[in-house]
Structures are given as structure tokens and as C-alpha cells.
């Protein structure tokens, strides 16, 4: 059975919360997802992989997670080329722009970014996320 694997950075539990749903579309669709934080997750991990899904919310001025999540989504670039990704993440007070310039640098190192921007929130997750969210995570497994 395909796995599935969602690396997620989140400090206040909503990126968690997405990193679940995408999983739960995943499960939906007949595969298995393993759902990991990205501390002490190893890039690498990644590299033999065909489809993946990554989280971080809005950080800095509508950047990535400077600490942890840049540098690992720096590796994951250099190996993303004809791989399909899902992005999501949560912000709080953004038009989304971290998101916009994110999957740009995933379109640029040569990935298929799945949903595009579409998969973010703001704060917690609704049912409204949930669904676009549950969406990716089938997309994803297929
Ligand atoms: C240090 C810091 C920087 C942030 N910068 C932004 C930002 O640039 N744009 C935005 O929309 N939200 C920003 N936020 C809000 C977070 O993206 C938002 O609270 C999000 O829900 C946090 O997700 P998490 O619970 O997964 O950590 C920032 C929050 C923190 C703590």
C-alpha cells in the first residue's frame, strides 16, 4: 500500500490540525500517511518519494519558519524536480503571500505543487479547510 508522508513545522497546533486532515484524505483514498513533525526529520527522507505533502504556517514577514523549516524545505528543493507536493499552512492576519511565494519556489525547483495555494486557513482550521484539505490529502494518493 502507498504511504504517504506529511511534514509539518507548527508552534500553536494549527498546521498540526491541517497535517491531520490531509492525512485523513489520504487514509480516505486507500493509502497509509505518516504524519511527522519536521524537527529532527531528515530531508532526505523525501528524496525517493513520488508525492509528499508539507505544512508551515505564516511566519517572520510572510516567510517560512526560519529555524527548521526553511533550511529542510532548502534540501527538499534540490530533489523536487517531477515530484507532486501538497502545501498547506494556517496565517493569521496575511493575504496569504508566504503561501504564494512558497509554491513558486517549488514550481521553480521543478515540482507539480497539488492545489496550488489553495490549502490554507486562517488560524484553525474550519470545515471549509477541512474539505480542501481531506481534498489534497486524495490527490495526493492517487
Ligand atoms: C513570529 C510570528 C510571525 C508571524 N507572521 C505572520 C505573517 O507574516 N503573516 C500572517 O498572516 N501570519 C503570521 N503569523 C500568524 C501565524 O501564521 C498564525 O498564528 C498561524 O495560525 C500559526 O500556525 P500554527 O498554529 O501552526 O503555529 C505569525 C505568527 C508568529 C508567532
Known sequence: MAQI???YY????NTEAMASMVAKGVEAAGATAK?????GFDAAELKEEVAFALGCP????EVLEEGTMEPFVEEVAKFAAGKK???FGSYGWGDGEWMRNWVKQMQDAGAEVLGGEDAICCDAPDDEAEEKLVELGKKLAE
Not at 507548527?10 to 497546533?13: D, I, K, L, M, V
Not at 504524519?35 to 524537527?39: E, L, M, T, Y
Request: no cysteine; charged share 15%.
Open 35 to 39: 504524519v511527522v513533525s519536521v524537527d
Open 58 to 61: 505564516a511566519m517572520g514577514d
Open 5 to 7: 508522508t506529511i511534514v
Open 85 to 87: 507536493i501538497g502545501l
Open 10 to 13: 507548527s508552534e500553536t497546533g
